[in-house]
């Protein structure tokens, strides 16, 4: 059973269509040998026992309320030193209702439960819906999972089209979902520019008012999760990333030094990775991490992503207050709406996009 996912044209700017497979029904036919589309090559197989990372920073979000100073910079020095070193850490106490994302997670599942007809009701199109992203040719190899994309906020940017009516709360959930990610993420941001000594509103103001977008990942259990991945290598192309997991099942992992390292779920935290946006907006002080998504041969898996990136008419580089002689500017001024259209035309490569705006 096939359904269509909608890349970009590179030539022509418009939208080009490729039937790809719907990897929930392919798992369903409990497939004996995997299709060639999905099997990678030696190189670029998970291997059968990626090390286990447990210092990854965890940020006690609680600390910047703190009444004590020298509590708040502790934490703060935590963040800038998670954010330079590794790129990703996972929030804790950061005041988003733990029955909210079990609420999230729920919703994804009981969607890609319904009926195939109903799904496909909201196939991909132009970057949203139901299917798969980043597919630029009838020959690529494909990723083991489904996605729901969607424009979240602002609210008039959504294309309700798109957004299921099946479970009924669906849009209701995700409404406030991705309310509460937008207070965090805004936070977030703040903190950061602070830590590197510019005024806390600089990223924002750089960025102008910011945009959302939530995927939804459905990654079915894989008769050979030695053969395949979940999500290709990549770097997120937002300022930043919020992402809900699992709580029970290790499926994301990321690259640092060379070696790949499984992020094992903490119940009730959020994996906060830093995007393209804020690595130039800092002029490489703050890194872009490669990642990806690895299967499971019992188990399926969800994780829900909240993308936090600027309006489309924004002109990005670094803050001028970070460039001087000993720290020259690494990337080039561009339209961020350039560069996203650059990141949906292209396929999930590590951080092949980043290097579109940097200044070689």
Not at 9 to 15: A, I, R, W
Not at 188 to 201: A, N
Not at 345 to 352: C, D, H, I, V
């Amino acid at each position: 059973m096939f359904n269509s996912a909608a890349v970009f044209d590179t030539s022509e700017g418009t939208s080009k269509r490729f039937s790809v497979p719907v990897v929930q029904e392919l798992a369903s036919q409990h497939l004996h040998s995997l299709p060639e589309r999905y099997i990678r090559s030696e190189k670029e197989r998970p291997n059968d026992f990626p090390l286990q990372q447990t210092d990854i920073p965890i940020i006690d979000m609680d600390m910047f309320l703190s009444d004590s100073e020298f509590c708040r910079q502790k934490e703060l020095e935590k963040l800038g030193t998670a954010c330079q070193q590794w790129g990703f850490f996972q929030a804790v106490n950061h005041g988003i209702p733990v029955s909210m994302m079990e609420r999230m997670k729920k919703i994804v599942r009981e969607f890609v439960q319904l009926p195939l007809e109903e799904k496909l009701k909201y196939e991909m199109q132009e970057a949203e819906g139901y299917g798969q992203l980043f597919v630029a040719s009838d020959n690529q190899v494909l990723d083991w999972s489904d996605i729901v994309f969607l424009t979240t906020l602002p609210t008039e940017n959504r294309k309700m089209n798109f957004w299921p009516t099946t479970p009924a709360d669906f849009r209701e959930t995700v409404d406030r979902y991705a309310l509460e990610i937008q207070k965090l993420c805004k936070t977030i941001f703040c903190l950061l520019s602070e830590k590197i000594g510019l005024k806390r509103d600089t990223f924002i103001n750089m960025c102008g008012e910011m945009e959302q977008a939530i995927r939804m990942n459905y990654y079915p259990a894989c008769p050979r999760p030695d053969l395949v991945l979940g999500i290709s290598p990549h770097a997120d192309g937002s300022a930043l990333t919020a992402l809900l997991q699992d709580d029970e099942t290790v499926g994301l992992q990321i690259r640092k030094d060379g070696q790949w390292f499984s992020i094992q779920p903490i119940p009730g935290a959020l994996v906060i990775n830093v995007g393209d946006v804020l690595e130039v907006l800092s002029n490489g002080i703050y890194k872009s991490i490669e990642h990806r998504a690895v299967t499971n041969i019992d188990r399926d898996r969800v994780s829900i992503a909240m993308f936090y990136t600027p309006r489309k008419e924004a002109e990005l580089g670094p803050a001028p207050e970070l460039i001087d002689e000993l720290n020259p500017c690494q990337y080039r001024t561009f339209i961020h709406e350039d560069y996203m259209r650059h990141f949906f035309r292209s396929k999930l490569e590590g951080k092949a996009c980043l290097e579109f705006v940097r200044i070689k």
